[in-house]
Nanobody, 125 residues
Framework: QVQLVESGGGLVQAGGSLRLSCAASGRAFRISTMAWFRQAPGKEREFVAGITWSGSSTDYADSVKGRFTISRDYAKNSVILQMNSLKPEDTAVYYC??????????????????WGQGTQVTVSS
């Protein structure tokens, strides 16, 4: 099992940037596909970005391509989501997810067995 703790959320103006970090513990981190999801009020939880264990493959939702970047920091056992050019529609609770059984990036919530508690991102206009 991988334990995940998100940080870095907050309030930012449109056009600004935030850097989310997901600190992971457990040996399964090295072989886990990691992903970020988000959920806005009244909306389904949706895929944002994902990365394989090696960092060799990434995937992004169309809505964030060119603005968000997902990466791994192996020294700190963390996965990073750098969010630039933020828009009000990016406002949501952002969740980090992992599953050591995954070898490719998957985009559905049932594909991930380990979840963080979430961090709130609010983008004002």
């Amino acid at each position: 099992q991988v334990q995940l703790v998100e940080s870095g959320g907050g309030l930012v103006q449109a056009g600004g940037s935030l850097r989310l970090s997901c600190a992971a513990s457990g040996r399964a981190f090295r072989i886990s596909t990691m992903a970020w999801f988000r959920q806005a009020p009244g909306k389904e939880r949706e895929f944002v970005a994902g990365i394989t264990w090696s960092g060799s493959s990434t995937d992004y939702a169309d809505s964030v391509k060119g603005r968000f970047t997902i990466s791994r920091d192996y020294a700190k056992n963390s996965v990073i989501l750098q969010m630039n050019s933020l828009k009000p529609e990016d406002t949501a609770v952002y969740y980090c997810a992992a599953d050591p059984r995954n070898t490719v990036v998957l985009t559905t919530t049932p594909s991930y067995g380990d979840w963080g508690q979430g961090t709130q991102v609010t983008v004002s206009s």
